[in-house]
């Protein structure tokens, strides 16, 4: 279980898992011991009892989900590490996958994710071209 959550750089410990960065800044996770690493800091961010409710954000699931997808217009998150970011927030909810991020992202733009009305803001799929820019899929260059 993660201990803490780096947005934009830097290594964490984690609580009985070994990391990886996998860009910008987020983790990927492999289970190794259960020995906390000397960094690890549980108390500074427990995971709540309602397992809806978010660990740094403390946001209710869609109101956090939305929140990033609005932030992601600057950060540019591919869905994947949406999905990573979803599951540090809310590691009780689910396991969010790519496909998670993209229904949610798909009711979102229609005003359906727990808006009160349509964004105003069309929030796009972001991927990662080849030579490594991180673009809004639909606008890439044609070959």
């Known amino acids: ?13 984690i609580d009985g898992n070994q990391t990886r ?17 000397k960094n690890t800091t549980p108390e500074e961010f427990p995971i709540p009892d309602n397992k809806h409710v978010g660990r740094y954000f403390g946001k209710r699931v869609m109101d956090g989900q939305n929140m990033l ?16 970011t979803w599951n540090a927030e809310w590691p009780n909810a689910c396991a969010y996958t ?9 009711d979102y733009n229609k005003g359906k994710h727990g808006q009160e009305s349509m964004p105003k803001v069309h ?21």
Do not use: Q
């Not at 279980?1 to 410990?13: N, P, V």
């Not at 960065?21 to 690493?37: D, I, L, N």
């Not at 929030?123 to 070959?143: L, M, N, Q």
């Open 98 to 106: 790519p496909h998670h991020v993209k229904g949610a992202r798909r």
């Open 123 to 143: 929030v796009p799929e972001f991927i990662i071209s080849k030579d490594g820019e991180r673009i809004a899929k639909g606008t890439e260059p044609k070959a």
């Open 69 to 84: 997808f609005e932030a992601n217009l600057e950060l540019k998150m591919d869905d994947e590490e949406l999905a990573t």
């Open 1 to 13: 279980m993660l201990d803490r959550l780096t947005i934009a750089g830097g290594t964490e410990a």
């Open 21 to 37: 960065k996998t860009g910008w800044g987020h983790m990927a996770t492999k289970r190794t011991s259960k020995k906390a690493t």
